[in-house]
């Protein structure tokens, strides 16, 4: 099993910064790609950002250029460094873990909502 924490979220102004962690403990070994998902009120989860095994990362359109993602060597850690940001951004941002053999685990996500 693997137990992921997400922290960092707040409020924040168009154009301002945030960092957001994740903490993964238990069976670290497991762990494939990490993701950040996130959702707006009204809206569907989507997908933000993928750092694969092999620590290569994609992100969508929507954030490419504005958000990093980072991870760790022993995969405890994952973080997501956003700047510029903009009041579409506004959302809750979950941390996703691939587990080899047992599908995607979740945290239990933070709110981020930035005005404008």
């Known amino acids: 099993q693997v137990q992921l924490v997400e922290s960092g979220g707040g409020l924040v102004q168009a154009g301002g910064s945030l960092r957001l962690s994740c903490a993964a403990s238990?069976?670290?070994?497991?762990?494939?790609?990490m993701f950040w998902y996130r959702q707006a009120p009204g809206k569907e989860r989507e997908w933000v950002v993928i750092?694969?095994?092999?620590?290569?990362?994609y992100y969508a359109d929507a954030v490419k250029g504005r958000f990093t993602i980072s991870r760790d060597n022993t995969k405890s850690t994952l973080s997501q460094q956003m700047d510029g940001l903009k009041s579409e951004d506004t959302a809750v941002y979950y941390c996703?873990?691939?587990?080899?053999?047992?599908?995607?685990?979740w945290g239990q996500g933070t709110q981020v909502t930035v005005s404008s």
């Open positions: 996703a873990a691939r587990i080899l053999y047992a599908g995607k685990n």
């Open positions: 238990g069976s670290l070994l497991s762990i494939r790609a």
């Open positions: 750092i694969t095994e092999d620590g290569i990362s």
